[in-house]
């Protein structure tokens, strides 16, 4: 999904990116509500699919994407540099996953691992110490940002160590201002959060107004 606004300057740029294994899936029609009411308020959006792009698993040589700028992982040319460079560039970012063995989905763990380029660091003292690293830069810092989980389960509080997890890396370990949680519980096959219609008209009306506050 990709809408531009023309013939008037966009408000700010919103991206979506879903950690779901459906299309068209619960997740999927989530972030989609949410980017229908950013635009209708004039941002320019974009959503990613990570299903559908190359990611491949980190390899955990974490010196080696930290220590150098420019938001490139060392090893792999993959879909993610694609990836970072549109985080760095946009105003606000939607995560949204389902809620898979109490966590977010493997697919989104993937990519939370491959976006530790967008760190810049400098070694300064002991590997292994609170003082080992001096911070010098992240374009994700600061970034708006609106968490996302969907569910099978009717019962909230099943969701909140995933909660914990999305949240501790979205605002502690790549910096961003968290301003909105979303949870869509009881929904199990695909296109059955189109019965939570007001749910949905929530989500269109958060996003609009997420848009038009930056």
Request: charged share 25%; net charge neutral.
């Amino acid at each position: 999904m990709h809408i531009a606004i023309f013939g008037r300057k966009a408000l700010m740029k919103v991206t979506g990116i879903v950690g779901s294994p459906r299309k068209r899936g619960n997740s999927d029609v989530l972030a989609d509500t949410f980017l229908e009411g950013a635009a209708a308020a004039g941002a320019q959006v974009q959503k990613f699919f990570l299903a559908d792009l190359t990611i491949h698993q980190c390899r955990g040589c974490f010196r080696n994407c930290m220590t150098k700028p420019g938001m490139r992982c060392a090893v792999f040319r993959d879909d993610m540099d694609m990836l970072l460079d549109e985080m760095a560039s946009s105003d606000l970012l939607l995560f949204v996953s389902p809620l898979y063995c109490a966590v977010y989905s493997a697919i989104m763990a993937r990519f939370f691992e491959r976006c530790l380029p967008l760190w810049e660091v400098e070694i300064v003292g002991e590997l292994g110490t609170m003082d080992a690293i001096k911070f010098i830069n992240n374009p994700a810092k600061g970034k708006k940002a609106v968490v996302a989980l969907v569910q099978d389960l009717r019962e909230p509080r099943v969701a909140e160590i995933a909660f914990k997890a999305l949240e501790s890396n979205v605002g502690r370990t790549y910096m961003m201002d968290i301003v909105e949680r979303l949870h869509v519980t009881d929904v199990r096959d695909v296109g059955d959060i189109a019965k939570k219609q007001q749910q949905l008209d929530e989500i269109r009306a958060m996003g609009g107004r997420l848009a038009s506050a930056c």
